[in-house]
């Protein structure tokens, strides 16, 4: 098992930024953040794989960023231009399974942070 623990989420204004950071107790191939509003299904926001890069939902790419530092065992979610549907609980997770070239839906994971809320206003 790997343990996650998310910190960063709050409120701001549309148009503002936030950096989400997790804390792993281990790196694995592939790490993400997911994010679920009231009423519907939680969705990838952007993933890291080790040798294959990044990936981000299209209605993030160009705004959000994802990044880690594995000497402080952290993976951040740096988040700008904040818009009112970006409002969701966040969710750091791991695949705890062999890759097999899928690290982007909620299937894909096997471990979860407890979730960090963010609540962008217009």
């Known amino acids: 098992q790997v343990q996650l623990v998310e910190s960063g989420g709050g409120s701001v204004q549309a148009g503002g930024s936030l950096r989400l950071s997790c804390t792993v107790s281990?790196?694995?191939?592939?790490m993400g953040w997911l994010r679920q509003a009231p009423g519907k299904e939680r969705e990838g926001v952007a993933t890291?794989?080790?040798?294959?890069?990044?990936k981000y939902a299209d209605s993030v790419k160009g705004r959000f960023t994802i990044s880690k530092d594995t000497a402080k065992k952290t993976l951040y979610l740096q988040m700008n231009s904040l818009k009112p549907e970006d409002t969701a609980m966040y969710y750091c997770?791991?695949?705890?399974?062999?890759?097999?070239?899928?690290?982007?839906?909620?299937?894909?994971?096997?471990?979860w942070g407890q979730g960090t809320q963010v609540t962008v206003s217009s």
């Open positions: 997770a791991a695949r705890l399974r062999s890759y097999d070239g899928s690290c982007w839906s909620m299937a894909d994971f096997q471990s």
């Open positions: 281990e790196f694995r191939y592939c």
């Open positions: 890291i794989v080790s040798r294959d890069g990044t």
